[in-house]
């Protein structure tokens, strides 16, 4: 039987390119520059409006009893939505950017996850959730102004909801034919791809 553990030790190195990067290096050294950082402010907005509604789509494929975490998933989205465009306006930030084309990849993959079942789904979701809620603890405290940011995500709370969201997918894994294994697999090793190519974006503008 697949789980996300499993997912986890058979792709080490991949996920490890998905969660430890320059990006965040430079974030806890205090040395990234600015316009990398806001770059990838912006493209995690537009990434984040997007995502907001993958998981809408999640709720409306899940069983009742994963509504919970999913709706206050939900609910965390709204405060998170709002927090981007109160830090943009800080930086004045113009949110009403085009999206850069890994943005657009990660997006449009997005898309692609709601045709599938929902183990496969749910583990997409696990899977987006564990990236950042990794890359920014693994460095351990960030200096002002990026402390705000590592915590946002890096927090225990979110910890616990990444946790939850483990369970729910392992769960929706049991009774899972192989096939859907199989499916599941392959979107966590695209997800670990396009979480390298996103923190990179900010250093090449992911073109
Ligand atoms: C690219 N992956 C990316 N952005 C995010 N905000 C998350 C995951 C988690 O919310």
Redesign the pocket.
Known sequence: MLTCQKLLNKHTELWQKATIHPFLGQCKLGTIQPIQFNTWLVQ?YL??VE?TRLVARILNAAPVQHFDSILGGLNALKDELNWFRDKAAERNLDLSTIKQSTCQE?CNFLLEITEMSYPVQAVGLWA??L??NQGWQLPGPMPEPYAEFANR?GNVAFTEYVRILEKQADSALETASETVEQQAESVFIQIAQL?NS?WQMAFTGGQ
């Open positions: 995690d990434f984040v995502f990660y987006i959730e990236a950042y995500w979480e996103f």
